[in-house]
């Protein structure tokens, strides 16, 4: 979530605009979890691929946009680490772009239920975040079947307008 934030703020302060592009590369392409099925040498918009994170949970499309705007990937993880920093989530270490569980011998994303709604509450003031996250349901290709919202609760219960869920094994579907 933390990266859409990010994202949505740098739209905001005119750092790229929603027709960036986005290369894929190898290492997006062989994301694992959720996907849109990216392949190394495509090229989408940033809003698009925005919109894959936020209603998807693409990992592919977060690790090819961190990638873009950040450069690398340590290049996106110490600017997300110092963002929640001054957002005061003090007990938060983001470690991956995407939370999937880490490789044998590295280390977990770190944070907390504080830290979490401070994340939250940053996130529902922002309007990009809030139209991107209520989506329900989007076509990321022309031709394919639209991809309902990871959030069941966007259909489920009247008033809901968006935020990312996540599942870890350790946490399950939060």
């Not at 569980?101 to 504080?114: I, N, V």
């Not at 809901?160 to 350790?170: E, M, N, S, V, W």
Request: proline letters at 4%; one cysteine or more.
């Amino acid at each position: 979530m933390i990266l859409t934030l990010m994202v949505a703020e740098g739209l905001e302060a005119g750092l790229w605009t929603p027709e960036t592009p986005v290369p894929v590369s190898n290492g997006a392409q062989s994301m694992g979890g959720t996907q849109v099925d990216l392949k190394a040498g495509e090229i989408h918009t940033l809003g698009a691929m925005m919109q894959a994170v936020c209603v998807a949970s693409a990992n592919d499309a977060a690790y090819a946009v961190a990638e873009t705007l950040w450069g690398s990937e340590s290049g996106y993880l110490k600017a997300a680490n110092v963002r929640a920093k001054d957002l005061g989530m003090l007990d938060t270490t983001v470690r991956s772009v995407h939370g999937l569980p880490p490789s044998a011998g590295e280390l977990p994303d770190q944070t907390t239920a504080r830290d979490m709604a401070i994340l939250a509450c940053a996130c529902v003031k922002n309007t990009l975040v809030m139209g991107w996250t209520g989506q329900h349901e989007l076509v990321f290709r022309e031709g394919e079947a639209a991809k309902q919202n990871t959030n069941k609760l966007l259909l489920r219960l009247p008033g809901c307008d968006g935020l990312k869920t996540g599942y870890t094994r350790a946490a399950g579907f939060c």
